[in-house]
C-alpha cells in the first residue's frame, strides 16, 4: 500500500514536471510574423507582460519539480514541500489567471475600451498560446492534487495517532 | 496509586483543546482573520462599486450638442469580475472561519476542525491569487497599453475608474500576505496541537 501510493506520488510528479516543462516550452516558441496593410509585424510571447510571467512562473516551478523528484521518500524535507507546495501551486494558478485574462482580450477583444482581437491576424500564434495555456491549466490541477496529497500525508500519521 | 492516575490521565482529543483558555496565538490569530476579512470585503466592494461615465460632445447640430457617453465598468473586462467574485467568496470564508474561532468552541467537530481549516485556508489562498493577478496583468494593460497589439491605454482617459482599481488591487494583495500568513500559523497550530 505505502509502495503503491509511492509510486503513485513519483508518476505524478513526473507528469507535472513534463506539463510545466512543455507548457513553458510551447509558450516560448509562439512565434509569427504577418503583415497588415503592407507593415510586417511579429507576434512573440514577450510582447505582452502577462506571457512572460506564465513563461517565467512555469520554468521556475519545473525546476521545483524536477528537484523534487531526486528526493528521497524518507527524508524529513517532505514537511518543507507542503510549504512550498503551497507557494507553488499559489505560483502557478496565478500565472494560468493572469495569462488567461489577456488571452482573453487578444481573442474576442473588447469593445468598450476599443481593443480588437489579434487572433484573426495571428492565427497560428494564437493556437500555440492556447495549447500552452491548456497545457498549463492541466499542471494547475495536477499540482492541487499534490499539495492536497502532501498536507494529506503528512498531517495524516499525526492525527491519526491520537484519535 | 498508578490505576487512579491512569483515570486522571488527560484526553487529547481535539474537541477538548478548544475548552482552554486562549493562548497569545490565537488572538494574534483571530486578529489577523478579522484583518484579512476587512481587505478582502473591501477589495470586492470597491472593485463592485467602480464606475466612471465621461460624456463627450462629438458634434454640433444647429446649437444643440451631440452627446457621446461613455462608461467603463467593472463587469465589462472579465478578469475584474472574476476578481470581485473571488475576494467575494474568500471574504465569506474569513467571516465563517472567524466565527468559528470566536465562537465555535462548544461544537463538536470529530477532530476534523484544525485540519479543515488549514486545508479551505489553502485553497482560498490560491483563489485570492489567482483572481488578484488576472486583475493586476488587465490593469498594467489598461494603464500601460500594448503597442503590439494597437491597444491603447485607457487609464489617461477614465483616472478616477483606474485609481479605484488600484486601491482594490492593493487591498487584495494586502488580504493574500495576510491570509497566507494565516494559512502557516493554522498549519503550525495543527502540526503543534496533535504532537
Known sequence: ?163 | MAPQSGTEKPMFAYSSITCQAKSGWSWTLVGLRLLAFLATAAAAVVMLLNKQTKTLVIATVGTTPVKLTLTAKFHHTPAFVFFVVANGLASIHNLLMLMVDLFGSKVDYKGLRFAMIAILDMLNVTLVSGGANAALFMAELGKNGNSHARWDKICDKFGRFCHRGGGALIASFAALALMLVISVISIVKVLKSSK
Open chain 1, 1 to 163: 500500500m505505502a509502495e503503491t501510493k509511492r509510486i503513485c506520488t513519483f508518476l505524478l510528479r513526473l507528469i507535472a514536471f513534463g506539463t510545466t516543462v512543455s507548457a513553458a516550452i510551447i509558450m516560448a516558441s509562439s512565434r509569427e510574423r504577418t503583415t497588415v496593410l503592407a507593415l510586417s509585424f511579429e507576434a512573440k510571447y514577450s510582447d505582452i507582460p502577462a506571457f512572460k510571467y506564465f513563461v517565467i512562473a512555469n520554468a521556475i516551478v519545473s525546476i521545483y519539480g524536477f528537484l523534487l523528484l531526486f528526493l528521497p521518500s524518507e527524508s524529513l524535507l517532505w514537511r518543507l514541500v507542503v510549504a512550498l507546495d503551497v507557494v507553488i501551486t499559489m505560483l502557478l494558478t496565478s500565472s494560468i489567471s493572469a495569462a488567461l485574462a489577456i488571452a482573453y482580450v487578444g481573442k474576442k477583444g473588447n469593445p468598450n475600451a476599443g481593443w480588437l482581437p489579434i487572433c484573426d491576424q495571428v492565427p497560428k500564434y494564437c493556437n500555440q498560446v492556447k495549447g500552452a495555456l491548456v497545457v498549463g491549466f492541466i499542471s494547475v490541477i495536477i499540482y492541487m492534487l499534490l499539495l492536497l496529497y502532501s498536507i494529506h500525508r503528512v498531517l495524516n500519521p499525526l492525527l491519526v495517532e491520537k484519535s
